[in-house]
C-alpha cells in the first residue's frame, strides 16, 4: 500500500465553510461557499446551489500509520455545530492508493468510532498516488 487518505466531505445549501471555520477551528479545505461562481472546470462560470469542504481526516503522506481516532472523535464533537450552520449532508470517503496488495486495517476502536459518527463511508482503490 501507498496512501490511505480519509476526509469527510460537508455540504448544504446553507452551509458556510467559511463560517464553519470561524466557529469550529477545523481545518476544511477546497472550499465552495453558496451561490459561488465556479472558476474553472466542467461548472466554470456557474454559481453553485450548496456551499461544501473537505476535512482532511487522515493523510498517510502527514502522518505515516497515525491513528483515526482522534480525528474521529473531534469531527463528532463537531458534527452538531456542522449541521447548525447549515451542513445537511457529511459523507466520510476513505481513497487507498496501492503498489501490490492492498491491505488495511482498522483497530475495534477506530470502528467504533466510525459507527459512532452514523455516517455513510465510502471507500476507493487505486493503483499509483492518490
Known amino acids: 500500500m501507498i496512501r490511505r487518505f480519509l476526509f469527510c466531505l460537508l455540504q448544504g445549501e446553507r452551509f458556510s465553510p467559511a463560517l464553519a471555520v470561524e466557529r469550529t477551528a477545523l481545518p476544511l479545505v ?12 466542467r461548472y466554470a462560470g456557474v454559481a453553485r446551489a450548496q456551499g461544501s ?14 491513528s483515526l ?5 473531534e469531527l463528532k464533537a463537531a458534527l452538531p455545530t456542522l449541521r447548525a450552520l447549515g451542513a445537511t449532508e457529511a459523507t ?19 470502528l467504533a468510532e466510525l459507527a459512532a459518527l452514523g455516517l455513510p463511508l465510502d471507500v476507493s482503490c487505486h493503483p499509483g498516488a492518490a
Open 53 to 66: 469542504a473537505l476535512l482532511p481526516l487522515l493523510d498517510d503522506d502527514v502522518a505515516p500509520g497515525a
Open 92 to 110: 466520510l470517503s476513505l481513497l487507498v492508493a496501492y503498489d501490490g496488495p492492498c491491505h488495511f486495517a482498522f483497530s475495534p476502536e477506530e
Open 30 to 41: 477546497d472550499a465552495n461557499e453558496p451561490g459561488e461562481v465556479v472558476p474553472s472546470g
Open 69 to 73: 481516532r482522534g480525528p474521529l472523535h
